[in-house]
């Protein structure tokens, strides 16, 4: 395994339409496991293919109990409810915006060997899996924020709603 470069915005990879994958080989398992180890090194809770320069249809998300969900030729079949709060992304460090979600989202996608599977989550699981499949049509979620907040913006957001950033009870 090996940690890749995160592209980061600007770059016009993160502006193009991901291409589905139809070989599912030990070059994707390596993509993979490579994006899963480039995620934990960076800290996210998210990434998509071409934020480390490969256009093809992959994603991982990691859910509320620290699980790697592999999302391979993604869709999503269905999604209810609203929720609204900060994100931000890898490929725009250290900047967040407020976008509006789908609280609870479904997924059909493949596995690493092609199996299809479906996968439902909420919360900032659900709103993960909309940000990396927005990655796989070449958009980022500034599409869908007014502004990126200043430092002041970003620190009163964290004062009026602590209770999204307190670390889970084990």
Same mark, same amino acid.
């Given at each position: 395994m090996a940690i890749r $470069? #995160? &592209?980061? /915005? +600007?770059d016009p990879v993160l502006? $193009? &339409?991901c291409r589905p994958v139809t070989d599912f080989n030990a070059r994707l398992h390596t993509l993979l496991d490579d994006m899963a180890e480039t995620l934990e090194e960076a800290g996210g809770v998210g990434l998509a293919a071409p934020q480390v320069g490969i256009l093809r249809r992959v994603c991982i998300v990691e859910d509320s109990e620290g699980e790697i969900i592999e999302l391979i030729n993604p869709e999503i079949v269905s999604a209810e409810g609203e929720q609204r709060g900060l994100e931000g992304c890898l490929? #725009? *460090? +250290? /900047?967040y915006g407020i976008v509006t %979600? *789908?609280? $609870? &989202? %479904? &997924? %059909? =996608?493949?596995? /690493?060997? +092609? =199996?299809?599977?479906? #996968?439902e989550d909420e919360d900032i699981t659900a709103r993960c899996f909309c940000h990396e499949i927005e990655h796989l049509d070449g958009h980022l979620y500034t599409e869908h924020c007014d502004h990126l907040l200043s430092e002041e913006e970003l620190q009163q957001y964290m004062e009026d709603h *602590?209770?999204?950033f307190e670390e889970p009870e084990e």
């Open positions: $470069k #995160i &592209v980061e /915005r +600007g502006e $193009k &339409v490929s #725009i *460090p +250290g /900047r %979600r *789908p609280y $609870k &989202v %479904r &997924v %059909r =996608a493949q596995d /690493r060997d +092609g =199996a299809f599977f479906e #996968i *602590p209770e999204e």
